[in-house]
């Protein structure tokens, strides 16, 4: 089986594409976080207004809970901005398996 190098790198090799990916991904992380504070604040004051009592576990546990929910949702989504905005999506959508060089092909079927 005849290999051929990949015809072109990756974007995210390239580091102004990277540095700008980058750069958005921290930006939308930090509307994310700002998004979190309100989300805890918000839950904090309807638990208040609710008449729930307020100890150290329970605002801990919305914190973690809440904070830590809307955080890890952020960062997620926004890696997939990241991924498809770089133009990284287009990459892998176009890969063939005949263009990748090394050996794994060599592995995935030991009879060929």
């Known amino acids: 089986m005849s290999r051929r190098p990949n015809p072109q790198p990756?974007?995210?090799?390239?580091?102004?594409t990277a540095s700008a990916a980058w750069a958005r991904y921290?930006?939308?992380?930090?509307?994310?976080l700002a998004a979190a504070v309100a989300a805890v604040g918000a839950t904090i004051?309807?638990?208040?207004?609710?008449?729930?009592?307020?100890s150290w576990a329970t605002l801990i546990a919305v914190i973690a809970g809440v904070g830590l929910s809307v955080l890890l949702a952020g960062a997620l989504m926004g890696l997939l901005f990241m991924s498809?905005?770089?133009g990284h999506d287009a990459d892998v959508?176009?890969?063939?398996p005949e263009?990748?060089?090394?050996?794994w092909l060599d592995r995935r079927d030991p009879d060929k």
């Open 10 to 16: 990756p974007r995210l090799s390239d580091p102004q």
């Open 26 to 32: 921290r930006w939308i992380m930090r509307w994310v």
């Open 45 to 54: 004051l309807y638990l208040r207004a609710d008449g729930s009592p307020l």
């Open 84 to 86: 498809a905005g770089s």
């Open 93 to 96: 959508a176009a890969f063939r």
């Open 99 to 103: 263009d990748k060089s090394g050996d």
